[in-house]
């Protein structure tokens, strides 16, 4: 069965930092690129990151460029997302989705994980 | 930058045809993507590459995609098709959504 699970987050101040986690199953992990999207509560998806199947390209929505860093780990079937300078605004259910591609960008996003909360308060 | 426009909402009486639009400049130029979200669930991609079906979604859902305007269609619409639909397509590099549709049968 192919399967997404996102871990990583939780409550966290303003101007803080947090690491997400996105451990894949299922499929060939170097086969894809993969992404992070998020959905604030009772609000749309935005996409905010994406990375081809070997790291050699990336691209961020500019709400996060430059306060977002996306990784993977082939070998450990991992996705990762660290988020530095969390703004209220950063305050969302972040999933984990499988591109369909091998690139960085187009494609479809064709299966999503369960999502991690990210909450940014004092 | 690019924007996708949907409807924030539309009806359909069960077994009739829903049909939902997103608007983008020159849309007809990219491809477009659609996605269910039901309440409390993970979206799931229903159409791709404008008109193409994942396996294991019903035949009743349908896409097109020219001019400015792609358009997810729901043939037979029953009562589980209730959700919201998010249209997605690629610019520049950057994944763009709509803002979505909340389809309600009824």
């Known amino acids: 069965e192919v399967q997404l699970v996102e871990s990583g987050g939780g409550l966290v101040q303003p101007g803080r930092s947090l690491r997400l986690s996105c451990a894949a199953s299922?499929?060939?992990?170097?086969?894809?690129?993969m992404h992070w999207v998020r959905q604030p509560p009772g609000k749309g998806l935005e996409w905010v990151s994406g990375i081809s199947w070997n790291s050699g390209g990336i691209g961020y929505a500019d709400s996060v460029k430059g306060r977002f860093t996306i990784s993977r780990d082939n070998a450990k079937n991992s996705l990762y997302l660290q988020m530095n300078g969390l703004r209220a605004e950063d305050t969302a259910l972040y999933y984990c989705?499988?591109?369909?591609?091998?690139?960085?960008?187009?494609?479809?996003?064709?299966?999503w994980g369960q999502g991690t909360m990210v909450t940014v308060s004092s | 930058s690019y924007e996708l426009t949907q409807p924030p909402s539309v009806s359909v009486s069960p077994g009739q045809t829903a049909t939902i639009t997103c608007f983008g400049d020159?849309?007809?130029?990219?491809?477009a993507y659609w996605y269910q979200q039901k309440p409390g669930q993970s979206p799931v991609l229903v159409i791709y590459q404008n008109t193409e079906r994942p396996s294991g979604i019903p035949e009743r859902f349908s896409g097109s995609n020219s001019g400015n305007t792609a358009t997810l269609a729901i043939s037979g619409t029953q009562a589980m098709d209730e959700a919201d639909y998010y249209c997605?397509?690629?610019?520049?590099?950057?994944?763009?959504f709509g803002g979505g549709t909340k389809l309600t049968v009824l």
């Open positions: 299922g499929f060939t992990f170097d086969d894809n690129a």
């Open positions: 997605q397509a690629w610019d520049s590099s950057t994944g763009v």
């Open positions: 989705a499988k591109g369909a591609l091998r690139a960085a960008a187009g494609g479809a996003f064709d299966i």
């Open positions: 020159k849309l007809g130029d990219k491809y």
